[in-house]
């Protein structure tokens, strides 16, 4: 709603504008507004302007309410023909675009950090070991019932565990390998 009135005043702010807006604002019919305006302690004084026409203005839209704000700036887009246009967000401050460009004078020959968080995934096993595979996925997910081990060893290839260590998945890896399935770290 405020990104709709500050683009009504910026609209108002253009000299074509502002003809066109007092005779909106006269066809709006704000003898209401004016009468809440009396009713509300008069707002600050803003930046001397040497029309008497748009103080008169500024005054009439500051004393709406978003109702009327937004029934204004819906009128005005008509009137005008202004189409809607998405503006890019700023960024939140001026710190992390500092960052950015000390980071891109830096050269690019660094080494790409080594990966410490895997995945464990059984990608397969030997006929022969699917008992034993079995029992080692039920011991290893506590909460899988004999039936559940046996319906997850079927329907391979499945992640066994996620974010574990380096040296866990290795362990891991190491342990499924010795009883005939073939694990894969990712």
């Known amino acids: 709603m405020a ?32 009468e809440a305006a009396k009713s509300t302690p008069p707002p ?6 040497s029309d008497p026409r748009i103080t008169r203005i500024v005054d009439d839209i500051s004393s709406l309410t978003l109702l009327q704000a937004s029934d204004l700036v819906s009128l005005l887009k008509t009137r005008l023909n202004i189409t809607e246009v998405a503006m890019p967000a700023a960024a939140p401050s001026a710190a992390p675009a500092q960052a950015a460009a000390a980071a891109s004078d830096e050269p690019a020959a660094e080494k790409p950090k080594e990966k410490t968080v895997f995945n464990v995934k059984l990608e397969s096993f030997d006929a022969g070991a699917k008992p034993k595979v079995i029992r080692e996925v039920k011991a ?3 909460n899988l019932t004999l039936m559940d ?36 770290l990712e």
């Not at 009135?5 to 004016?34: D, E, K, V, W, Y």
């Not at 600050?44 to 302007?49: F, K, V």
């Open 149 to 184: 081990a046996k319906k997850f060893v079927e329907s391979l290839p499945k992640v066994l565990k996620e974010n574990l260590s380096k040296e866990d998945a290795e362990k891991l890896q190491k342990a499924f390998e010795s009883i005939g399935a073939v694990v894969k």
């Open 44 to 49: 600050p004084p803003a930046a001397a302007t």
């Open 3 to 34: 990104a709709r009135c500050s683009f009504a005043l910026r609209a108002l702010a253009r000299p074509t504008a502002s003809i066109r807006c007092s005779r909106a604002l006269s066809a709006r019919g704000l003898a209401t507004a004016t």
């Open 140 to 142: 290893l997910v506590p």
